[in-house]
């Protein structure tokens, strides 16, 4: 099948499923990518971490912050589904700063997030991203309000009306009355910018090598592997990946290594209109509509599809 009716059928898939989705895989040492509308910008929920864990390990790279040094952290006390690590804790807790990357990046604990965002503030995250060459990843707040949703005002029954409102009260211009899911307001990114910050983890030209080399060990030991995993792991690959969830976002952005030595980026950004907080068979198309990108500029690496450049897309 050629690129172009892949692209087809996957955007036919999602819309058909209900998803609004931009995605982007890239071989990162060719540059080769294909991409579905990879250039809308997001509100990106945790995938903020990622750029949370490079600034952070910038400046333990400069000598700014020692990983071993222990802070103690106040419990976050959560009683809603989803929430991980600290954020479930009762008491405080001493932990080291390079342990709470792990918690905030493999875990996804928003309270190890927020202690690291104690540390390096939004705004200072991202003056690193752009010191390092990256744009178009905006940081603005810190991880406690994604907290403070719909979600959190009512009972597991009426979730749905929760996802009704995030569905429902956007505007034309990605404004929205939910904070979280306002471009203007939120911690956001496109799939593009992603598969640059991950080609620059994977490939490093700015980031500092040992920085790099640890937000990686991070995203291999992801523990949330039921998206996009399904589909990139096996015996013969090695996936690495960060989530990030919030009412009807649902997002991955990975690196797939494979044996024979072709390493490929792979970004989901997907917006359900769906009101249901379940939504496995999203999950799965996800997964499958990923999959079949990264298929394609795999299988079409090196042939006469390629004369005519290396981006392609929808």
């Known amino acids: 099948m050629s690129v172009t009716a892949v692209v087809r059928e996957a955007r036919d898939a999602l819309r058909q499923a209900g998803l609004r989705a931009s995605f982007l895989v890239r071989d990162v040492d060719t540059g080769d990518e294909i991409d579905l509308d990879a250039d809308v910008e997001f509100p990106v929920a945790s995938l903020v971490k990622i750029p949370l864990a490079v600034g952070t390990l910038e400046r333990v790279a400069r000598g700014e912050l020692d990983p071993a040094t222990r802070l103690e952290v106040a419990p976050g006390r959560t009683r809603t589904p989803g929430p991980t690590g600290l954020s479930r804790f009762r008491h405080p807790a001493v932990v080291a700063i390079d342990d709470l990357l792990y918690l905030a990046v493999s875990i996804s604990d928003n309270v190890a997030g927020d202690a690291l965002f104690d540390l390096t503030p939004p705004a200072a995250i991202e003056a690193e991203l752009r010191r390092l060459g990256f744009e178009d990843i905006a940081v603005r707040h810190r991880l406690r309000d994604l907290m403070d949703t719909p979600t959190e005002r009512f009972g597991p029954a009426d979730l749905h009306l929760a996802h009704s409102l995030a569905i429902g009260a956007g505007t034309a211009g990605r404004g929205h009355a939910v904070a979280q899911l306002d471009v203007s307001r939120a911690n956001t990114g496109t799939a593009?910018?992603?598969?640059?910050?991950?080609?620059?983890?994977?490939?490093?030209?700015?980031?500092?090598?040992?920085?790099?080399?640890?937000?990686?060990?991070?995203?291999?030991?992801?523990?949330?592997?039921?998206?996009?995993?399904?589909?990139?792991?096996?015996?013969?690959?090695?996936?690495?990946?960060?989530?990030?969830?919030?009412?009807?976002?649902?997002?991955?952005?990975?690196?797939?290594?494979?044996?024979?030595?072709?390493?490929?980026?792979?970004?989901?950004?997907?917006?359900?209109?769906?009101p249901a907080a379940a939504q496995t068979a999203a999950e799965t198309l996800m997964g499958r509509v990923a999959r079949s990108l990264r298929d394609s500029l795999r299988g079409s690496s090196g042939k006469a599809d390629q004369v005519a450049g290396r981006r392609r897309s929808s």
């Open 192 to 274: 593009r910018s992603y598969a640059d910050l991950l080609t620059g983890l994977w490939r490093p030209s700015t980031i500092t090598p040992e920085a790099a080399a640890r937000v990686r060990e991070l995203m291999a030991a992801t523990v949330v592997r039921h998206r996009l995993a399904p589909d990139f792991s096996s015996d013969a690959s090695l996936w690495s990946s960060k989530t990030g969830t919030l009412l009807n976002l649902r997002h991955e952005a990975g690196v797939v290594e494979h044996a024979d030595g072709q390493t490929f980026v792979v970004v989901a950004l997907t917006e359900s209109q769906i």
